[in-house]
């Protein structure tokens, strides 16, 4: 059906107001998406502007799949922030990372391995990594999440400019 609504749009060279509350078929769909919250605008922009660049915590958490782990506490406190965000596919499983967790789920998919891992003094976190990579429940591991894909926000919960 996206296919479809996206020839018809394509073909009619017309613009379109499509509706809807999967964020996977706003992402593919649209040239432009307006973010509702209670009927409120959250952002306007392109898929990936606010795929790359949410406004708020609310944008962060709806735009993204799977969804952006949040982090508070002591973890975002080091980073100059209240809650500190990270994309699952950002997250890179290495031999000396800084977070330490237990595996809880390991979902392998093939293409993508979904990981479910709870991180010490951090919380439970989604981690995506590419293909198989032998990972299992039960397993420690060691996570780095990159500086330059951190997303800070405020006790309002809106973006903080620079990086963590």
Not at 2 to 29: C, P
Request: a negative charge; hydrophobic letters at 40%; one cysteine or more.
């Amino acid at each position: 059906m996206r296919q479809e609504i996206s020839e018809l749009h394509q073909s009619l060279k017309t613009t379109m107001i499509y509706v809807t509350h999967d964020q996977v078929e706003a992402m593919t769909m649209a040239d432009k998406i307006v973010v509702l919250n209670a009927g409120r605008i959250e952002q306007v922009g392109s898929p990936l502007e606010l795929y790359h660049s949410p406004r708020n915590l609310f944008v962060a958490g709806f735009i993204g799949s799977p969804k952006m782990n949040f982090i508070t506490g002591a973890e975002a406190a080091k980073h100059g922030c209240t809650t500190l965000g990270v994309r699952p596919e950002h997250l890179e499983v290495t031999a000396d990372g800084p977070w330490q967790g237990v595996i809880g789920l390991a979902e392998h998919l093939g293409s993508d391995t979904f990981l479910k891992v709870t991180a010490e003094g951090v919380g439970e976190l989604t981690v995506r990594v590419q293909g198989e990579r032998g990972l299992h429940h039960g397993q420690t591991i060691r996570l780095t999440p990159p500086a330059d894909k951190l997303y800070r926000f405020d006790a309002n919960g809106m973006a903080m400019g620079g990086t963590a």
